[in-house]
């Protein structure tokens, strides 16, 4: 494992050897035979899924967590807590008024499961430390944060209520500085801003909804001398040229993506960029080899900034053979396919 590798791919150089980087977010509680309600309450159980998954995975990085309901439940959203999944947003506090309105303040170190994430963190760096391991940090985006808030209202008021969504999205976009600041406490070599559903919009309303709220965020991740990274969802061509835009160091994208595409968008803006392996038809199902399905996204992506990844959370009961498959592809490719580029 090489955490130095991880962050440098990011950061759109090149390594000697695409960084492995398995988002095993809920499937950590998996690993360690617990249910993920408890999971996710538990600061104990976190470190052990965490520094398990790193360890049995191979991982050059690992997220801390991969639960986009954190920043809501601290904020005062109502959450579903689930045995085999991460929790789900219920309540939805400005889906009438806005966080103005409603009063709504800044979450502090003891809102929510903050506290949780402060343990784990304290507890789990030293041991992935130990691995070379990176602890990545994911912050929810402005416009996914903005839909917890506010519910699918907010999707409609991008074009009729815009006075609206930009007093809730801003509110997100605060909301997000301070989630980053927790993170860099937390000792994460990598901060991620995760927005899945900016993906569904025009690049006009990226640039107005979503760029401009996560520059604050940004600059806190960057002013604290950490790597960056944004993770979209989805079919995202027609606004991925505003994500390289946005002023992270490094994007990653799911397995709807053409990444040959993406390769050239991101060595065009010198990013690093990461994705794409299959979630569901190779690493949940194994109906196309996860083998192989690895070897497609290393033949793409190659060594010039690339991190392999799955596309987004690893599900809950993925099998860890899949997993396995998937990154003992990586040596296959480097020593028997041609570079890309080439040296």
């Known amino acids: 494992m090489a955490k130095q590798m991880l962050l440098d791919a990011t950061m759109g150089k090149s390594t000697e050897i695409a960084p492995w980087l398995p988002y095993a977010g809920v499937n950590c509680a998996f690993l360690i035979k617990e249910k993920a309600d408890a999971y996710y309450r538990s600061p104990e159980l976190m470190a052990c899924g965490i520094v398990e998954g790193a360890r049995r995975y191979h991982a050059d990085g690992i997220p801390l967590s991969f639960d986009l309901s954190l920043e809501a439940e601290s904020v005062g959203c109502e959450l579903t807590y689930w045995e085999d999944n991460v929790p789900s947003v219920m309540g939805h506090p400005c889906k009438d008024r806005t966080p103005d309105e409603l009063g709504m303040e800044m979450p502090s170190r003891d809102s929510g499961r903050w506290p949780v994430m402060f343990e784990a963190a304290k507890i789990a760096k030293p041991q992935l430390e130990e691995l070379d391991c990176a602890m990545v940090g994911l912050v929810t985006g402005p416009l996914t944060l903005g839909s917890h808030l506010a519910g699918t209202r907010i999707f409609t008021s991008l074009i009729k209520n815009k006075e609206y969504a930009h007093a809730v999205i801003k509110y997100a976009g605060e909301v997000m500085s301070v989630a980053a600041k927790y993170y860099i406490e937390m000792g994460c070599d990598i901060i991620a801003l995760v927005d899945p559903v900016a993906s569904q ?71 690093g960029f990461g994705g794409n392996l299959k979630l569901t038809l190779a690493l949940s199902l194994g109906l196309i080899s996860p083998r192989e399905d690895a070897l497609i996204s290393l033949a793409a992506g190659g060594t010039d900034g690339f991190i392999l990844s799955p596309g987004c959370d690893i599900p809950y009961d993925t099998p860890q053979e899949n997993i396995l498959l998937a990154y003992d592809a990586r040596q296959f490719y480097n020593e028997y396919y041609p570079k890309n580029p080439v040296p």
Do not use: W
């Open 201 to 271: 919009i025009k690049p006009g309303t990226f640039r107005e909804f979503v760029t401009p709220y996560c520059r604050d965020a940004i600059d806190v991740i960057h002013g604290a001398r950490r790597v960056s990274s944004f993770f979209i969802c989805g079919d995202c061509t027609k606004v991925a040229e505003e994500v390289c835009l946005i002023g992270t160091h490094g994007f990653a994208v799911d397995e709807q993506m053409n990444l040959n595409f993406i390769r050239d968008l991101a060595r065009k803006y010198k990013k």
